[in-house]
């Protein structure tokens, strides 16, 4: 029987791939037989996690700088994959979030998301490839005090939609809504918003889960995985939450 969730032979790219779910997708895809490509600004990071993988290599760049992205993309030859992962968060509701944050945020994870697509865009082309975007559940319903980060992930989603329709027979497109996961990007927002009550607000996070706990990295990789596999040839524009029964509930 053939294996399943296999990628030989094929190439991915994965912005923000030197942590988090962005380096356990790096790990999975490395796994299933691809040549994977680091995009990450943390050079050094990046770098040692590709010694630990086969068929590895790093591309450093700014997703939100144009010529970057445009310059990074000129150096790559072929792709089959693009997982957009990169992104930072925002705490507060409308009226805490002052215009620069809002701005920048809208840059990380809507414009750098554009900007990387757009390049990407005709090797995908050539090679009937896939994108996988992370969104979140943020993206999906309220969460509070989450005001521009859930606009941002709103646009996400949006954003598959629209390439899915735009694109349906040339490459696939689809957007992973994870809930809380265990990363450095949720420990980073507890040092920096909670760090005089870091066990209560980590407990609360997990409780806000039904299943009681936090995401692993590896349980979103293996979605990702998955939908860009052979196995996934009929999934197009879909957004599928993973998040322990959030949206459920």
Same mark, same amino acid.
């Given at each position: 029987?053939?294996?399943?969730?296999?990628?030989?032979?094929?190439?991915?790219?994965?912005?923000?791939?030197?942590?988090?779910?962005?380096?356990?997708?790096?790990?999975?895809?490395?796994?299933?037989?691809?040549?994977?490509?680091?995009?990450?600004?943390?050079?050094?990071?990046?770098?040692?996690?590709?010694?630990?993988?086969?068929?590895?290599?790093?591309?450093?760049?700014?997703?939100?700088?144009?010529?970057?992205?445009?310059?990074?993309?000129?150096? $790559?030859?072929?792709?089959?994959?693009?997982?957009?992962?990169?992104?930072?968060?925002?705490?507060?509701?409308?009226?805490?979030?002052?215009?620069?944050?809002?701005? /920048?945020?809208? /840059?990380?994870?809507?414009?750098?998301?554009?900007?990387?697509?757009?390049?990407?865009?005709?090797?995908?082309?050539?090679?009937?490839?896939?994108?996988?975007?992370?969104?979140?559940?943020?993206?999906? $319903?309220?969460?509070?005090?989450?005001?521009?980060?859930?606009?941002?992930?709103?646009?996400?989603?949006?954003?598959?939609?629209?390439?899915?329709?735009?694109?349906?027979?040339?490459?696939?497109?689809?957007?992973?809504?994870?809930?809380?996961?265990?990363?450095?990007?949720?420990?980073?927002?507890?040092?920096?918003?909670?760090?005089?009550?870091?066990?209560?607000? /980590?407990?609360?996070?997990?409780?806000?889960?039904?299943?009681?706990?936090?995401?692993?990295?590896?349980?979103?990789?293996?979605?990702?995985?998955?939908?860009?596999?052979?196995?996934?040839?009929?999934?197009?524009?879909?957004?599928?939450?993973?998040?322990?029964?959030?949206?459920?509930?």
């Amino acid at each position: 029987m053939k294996t399943p969730f296999r990628l030989d032979g094929r190439r991915a790219l994965i912005t923000g791939g030197a942590s988090g779910i962005g380096e356990a997708t790096a790990r999975a895809f490395s796994g299933a037989g691809a040549e994977v490509i680091i995009a990450d600004v943390d050079e050094s990071r990046a770098r040692k996690l590709a010694q630990e993988l086969d068929r590895a290599s790093v591309r450093c760049f700014d997703i939100t700088d144009e010529a970057a992205v445009k310059n990074a993309f000129a150096t $790559i030859d072929r792709l089959d994959i693009l997982v957009n992962n990169a992104g930072i968060g925002l705490v507060g509701d409308v009226t805490e979030t002052s215009l620069p944050d809002f701005e /920048r945020v809208f /840059r990380v994870n809507v414009t750098g998301l554009f900007l990387v697509t757009k390049y990407a865009l005709p090797h995908l082309l050539i090679s009937n490839g896939s994108i996988v975007n992370i969104g979140s559940v943020a993206g999906l $319903i309220g969460v509070k005090r989450r005001f521009g980060y859930s606009a941002t992930k709103g646009a996400v989603i949006a954003i598959t939609r629209q390439l899915a329709v735009d694109y349906p027979k040339q490459i696939r497109v689809n957007c992973i809504c994870p809930g809380t996961v265990d990363t450095p990007f949720v420990e980073g927002y507890l040092q920096k918003y909670h760090a005089d009550e870091l066990e209560k607000t /980590r407990s609360e996070l997990n409780a806000r889960q039904p299943s009681g706990r936090l995401g692993q990295p590896e349980e979103i990789a293996n979605l990702a995985l998955y939908m860009c596999s052979e196995e996934a040839a009929f999934m197009q524009g879909s957004v599928v939450p993973i998040d322990g029964g959030w949206t459920a509930a």
